[in-house]
């Protein structure tokens, strides 16, 4: 794999190892052209051959790449190095969403919130861009240092189409949906039942499912109910807990449709903890194919429930409780006997899921019947509505006849007395001057007192210690709460202070804050370079401070000109017509550009970079000049022929090759008798500039140094073999 050091495309510097997974390696490295540290995924080498591993490697670059969101990691740039694949992606300083929860705990509701509002958030675009996750778990979503959230790892993600795609189960099994569990279909809705998962865990602190093995959890998912949250923690808003419940419910069509729904309840709840949201009592998709139902199936409908010709069957004015769950239980039969399935009813139940509910011997056959029960439970509905306007009618028939006697007796009495009763009006929202004329006039007693209001503007009733409609007595007198308007504070300075800090003073203060970007060349990162209203104003509780974050320096860039085959002063002055320099010069010898012109320059050309980067070239020497050599062996004898040794004399034997002006020493030794004759194969051959003019000298002395060459006789002979380099 890499190694801290390596230079990856000319560009992107390994500098550390900080992460590993199933398929793949995760370095930080310095991007020398936009000088960013990033972070790189490679594939690791094991995977690269496989094209089907690839191919997911790939489409996870492709699926990313498409999408820009803050909370979602954004990707740079995918390549290939020595047979590595890798991704290049915005480096996200932090800890995953499962860390946080470990080393915190269960989070408060206020903090859960926002974060399953972030992630939601990311998944919306990724949903409407149709890519689903089907792997969201804490472990791929990084909580940075400044709070914000970004989910990760679309590994596994695929692009939707209009129709539901069918796959393979994927994912974490203790974030699971069902139909993934059982290897069916999934869709977005899937995605969904993981960020009920994830949810649960941020405001309990543990996953719903823990079993012995990964089957276990994933049966489960499929077959055990989800143990509410507020069992275990009571201070969970009721709306929260029931936007658990709907993501996380079995059957995909009694969830959320859409993460863009999810996230409306998310924010109605973030407005208001007890606002109306989550599961209802009874579910029908919108997309509900339309059922013919047969002449049988509606007589059998219409006798369970006692309805001949759609008038009510005999009976009291209103049905006793058990005469309800009779019929009931008729019609329950009726459709067992139209389909042979046996149906549950529990009207006690308001758990979100269908009235009817269907037993069903093999789990694996869900999907497969999912049509069919989603019509049965659309009759069963429909019977169930129907013998409850029957009865509402009935009772309502019974109740209107004793209010009518009931009515008529009031009025009579009322007819009877000549008192006349005050009632009190309803003065909210009237200026303090319409509010007490009124009252004035109708001689009712009052007093005024004042306060701050978020609601009403200065000088109007916020509030009446006595509601209207309410009869008044002689000595009854009213409170009015005239507003002050909004309570103001002294709006905090936060100039300077990085965006977490300012965000929690502010915050604290009872101020929202609004976030705005901006280069500068003074305000480092992350800080605040402005703030409206300014520090010291005075502003209304829940009043937005807008704060302008520094971006840094602004990093202006240059598009890298062409340079090849331009000289070295061309070269330069191209560089610096676009505000960038020339680097180190280096020459080489080429065969195909000529001598002074540049052969190839450090960074492509087209490529954008900082105003002032050196950019290095290579010129050409021209072409490598070819020396040719020589290399000559030799052959042949020296024989004594007719000299006589003195006992224990040598002589001194001198072979040289002589070149043109250049003499190159063969031979320069002394030898016995008994070394004679000399062979010459076993004389080094030796290298030569030229062939030129060769011969070949040989002579012998004794040890005065008397020339004694004609006792000699040599057969030697050079023998020449050409060399090019």
Not at 49 to 60: G, N, Y
Not at 528 to 556: D, F, M, N, R, Y
């Amino acid at each position: 794999m890499f190694e801290p050091g390596m230079i990856i495309q000319n560009r992107y510097e390994i500098t550390e190892e900080i992460g590993s997974g199933g398929m793949s390696v995760v370095y930080k490295a310095m991007d020398h052209v936009l000088n960013r540290y990033i972070a790189m995924k490679v594939l690791k080498p094991e995977f690269s051959d496989d094209k089907s591993f690839v191919s997911k490697f790939r489409m996870e670059a492709q699926s990313a790449a498409g999408l820009s969101h803050p909370n979602i990691v954004n990707v740079f740039d995918v390549g290939e190095e020595s047979g590595y694949y890798y991704i290049v992606m915005e480096l996200v300083e932090g800890i995953t969403l499962k860390e946080y929860i470990q080393q915190n705990g269960r989070l408060n509701y206020a903090t859960a919130l926002d974060f399953i509002i972030q992630i939601c958030s990311g998944i919306e675009v990724a949903h409407e861009h149709h890519t689903i996750h089907r792997d969201i778990k804490p472990q791929n979503i990084i909580v940075s240092k400044n709070g914000t959230l970004k989910v990760t790892d679309f590994g596994i993600a695929k692009a939707a189409t209009s129709n539901t795609i069918a796959s393979t189960a994927m994912g974490s099994v203790h974030y699971i949906s069902p139909e993934q569990a059982r290897g069916g279909f999934s869709d977005e809705r899937s995605d969904i039942y993981s960020l009920g998962i994830t949810l649960y865990e941020m405001l309990t602190g543990r996953v719903p499912f823990e079993g012995e093995n990964n089957v276990t959890v994933a049966l489960m998912h499929i077959q055990s109910e989800i143990i509410p949250p507020r069992e275990y923690y009571p201070d969970i808003p009721v709306g929260l807990e029931k936007i658990v419940l709907k993501a996380t419910q079995k059957r995909p069509e009694q969830r959320y449709l859409t993460t863009n729904a999810m996230l409306a309840d998310l924010r109605k709840i973030a407005m208001d903890p007890n606002a109306e949201v989550g599961v209802s009592s009874v579910m029908v998709p919108s997309n509900a194919p339309t059922i013919q139902i047969s002449s049988d199936e509606l007589n059998a409908i219409k006798n369970a429930a006692g309805v001949t010709g759609g008038a009510a069957a005999p009976g009291p004015s209103v049905f006793p409780v058990n005469h309800n769950r009779l019929e009931l239980e008729e019609a329950k039969a009726a459709l067992n006997s139209l389909y042979d399935e046996e149906f549950e009813y529990d009207d006690e139940k308001d758990d979100g899921k269908p009235l009817f509910e269907g037993k069903e011997d093999d789990e694996d056959e869900i999907d497969t019947k999912v049509e069919k029960m989603i019509t049965i439970g659309a009759i069963a509905a429909t019977v169930i509505i129907g013998i409850i306007i029957i009865v509402a009618l009935i009772s309502i028939t019974g109740v209107f006849k004793k209010n009518k006697k009931a009515t008529t007796e009031v009025t009579t009495e009322a007819a009877t007395t000549e008192e006349t009763v005050n009632k009190m009006l309803d003065l909210i929202g009237y200026s303090e001057e319409e509010a007490t004329k009124q009252l004035d006039d109708m001689n009712i007693s009052y007093i005024i007192e004042r306060d701050y209001s978020d609601k009403f503007e200065e000088g109007k009733v916020a509030s009446q210690s006595i509601e209207s409609g309410t009869e008044l007595k002689e000595d009854d007198k009213v409170t009015l709460v005239i507003s002050k308007g909004l309570k103001k504070e002294s709006v905090p300075d936060v100039v300077g202070k990085t965006l977490s800090e300012a965000k929690s003073i502010l915050e604290a203060a009872g101020f929202e804050v609004v976030e705005d970007n901006d280069y500068s060349e003074e305000v480092e990162e992350d800080h605040i370079i402005s703030q409206s209203p300014e520090a010291g104003s005075q502003a209304g509780e829940g009043t937005q401070v807008k704060v302008v974050v520094s971006k840094g320096k602004e990093v202006k860039v240059a598009k890298v000109p062409d340079l090849k085959k331009m000289t070295v002063t061309e070269a330069e002055s191209a560089l610096t017509g676009v505000k960038l320099k020339l680097g180190n010069v280096s020459q080489e010898y080429s065969d195909s550009v000529e001598e002074g012109k540049v052969i190839s320059q450090s960074i492509a050309s087209g490529t954008e970079v900082k105003e002032e980067t050196k950019i290095d070239i290579t010129i050409s020497k021209g072409k490598k000049p070819v020396k040719t050599t020589y290399s000559a062996s030799f052959s042949g004898l020296i024989s004594n022929s007719g000299y006589e040794f003195p006992e224990g004399k040598l002589v001194k034997i001198t072979v040289t090759l002589k070149v043109g002006d250049t003499t190159y020493p063969i031979i320069n030794d002394w030898y016995d008798e008994a070394s004679l004759p000399l062979d010459g194969s076993s004389i080094a051959s030796c290298d030569l500039a030229s062939k030129d003019n060769i011969s070949l000298l040989y002579s012998v002395q004794d040890d005065t140094g008397a020339d004694i060459t004609s006792s000699f006789t040599s057969t030697l002979q050079a023998k020449l073999k050409t060399v090019e380099q």
